[in-house]
DNA sequence: CGAATGCTTGAGGACCATCAACCCCTGTGG
DNA sequence: CCACAGGGGTTGATGGTCCTCAAGCATTCG
């Protein structure tokens, strides 16, 4: 057992900590997890909507989305996970969701069995207030997301996107908040903001204008971070994350 | 210890039990819990934005609502709770959450205290799953609204709205998907659905022009409940229930 | 080098917001 | 009993934000 744990599993647990008290055994139990790491190409699902499943998805490298899909065919994208993001964990106690998993870059995911994520339950109770805990950091960004598509125009909608994200890989270790790679197509960022790829391309181009952030070939580059989260009315505090060391 | 539980945990017990197979020994914990019962006039906010609490609310009668605030103090509605919800379980886990809960009407609420649920927990591990599945199904009606209000049209969104709380006002107990109390005005709607009043006005007129549902003096008439979820493209899978006895 | 995908920009139009007026109902106080 | 105020519902007119359609360009990949 001195196996050393798959990285992705230390990110997970990583992002575990960033709101939960975890002790060592119980660190160990989830470094422990048993993993089968499959290969997803760029824009395959990984889960189908509807689908019954018995294993969670961990992000070991890459993008993924969860999406729904409308009766025409347009998709609407729930959620973005990045490396360390177990992006359905709440799987465990909810295996049959409505909701699908797509892969939107060449992307590494663990496959992690239900049944060993509650055996790590039956052994710590604590961890299933932690997981429990993490599942709903994501609820709480999903309620943020439906203020921002509900009430908050169409620049504002793109500006916070960027800064959640800016946090996001930030706080997973992945870079900085103010210079990072961002692996979605214009169209993919409209189908999360809930407008057209057109005018979340002139929304960019208004917030690269306006001297706040540019984006261009999968980057993103932040200019002005004060009058990005300015125009996003964008406040971490929704991520329920600790130590936000702001600035 | 034969003192009767209050109803109003009866309910979130049955709430429970949609979703988890519990033990007797865990059905008396719950209801046993411990409550502090409170009466809350309509319009008045029970838990500020941001504010940390020790207590969750169980809503005994009348409507709530959890919403998010804007800079300029426009609202936005994230979830509708009705009597039998605990409208902020989650917060046994995350106690300082980011949003509000106002009451929609008279309301009367039980707080427990976040001692007491987790005392439930340490005794019983399995409710844990139990309280973590019930707020995955929050969760995931989250979701469906962010893909309701970034892709759908003014009339299936308010549709949409009619459908949801239909069926949940059904599974509750509190009266049929036909025919119920929406203690809601207008504006409320607006702020769910990410519209203003004005149009809501308009979109309820279609619907009722079309057959569909008429909505007068806070009761909701569902003319034809296939055409209702038709304009709507409801499904009600993602509210995780079982024994969705359609039709 | 052709095909596919994504980015960029323009022109026109639809949907929904805004503003405004009027109605109804309820409660309050003279 | 009536006057009045306030909240909510209803409808019309006007305008802005964002969608739709379309075309051109850049990049990548077979």
Known sequence: MIAPAHPALERFLARLMLRSNLSAAEQA???????????????????????????SCLIASGWAARFDQMRDGQRQITAFYIAGDMCDLHSVVAPTAGWGIAALTDTTILKIAHSALRGTVDAFPNLALAYWRDTTADASILAKWIANIGRADAEARVAHLLCELAIRIEHAGLSSRTAYALRLTQEQIADAVGLTAVHVNRMLRNLRHAGSAAVQNHAVEVLDWQRLTDTAAFDPAYMLMRQLSDR
């Open 29 to 55: 139990a989830v470094l422990s997890l048993n993993a089968q790491p499959i290969e997803v190409s760029a824009r395959r699902d990984v889960v189908m909507p509807g689908r019954t499943v018995d294993y």
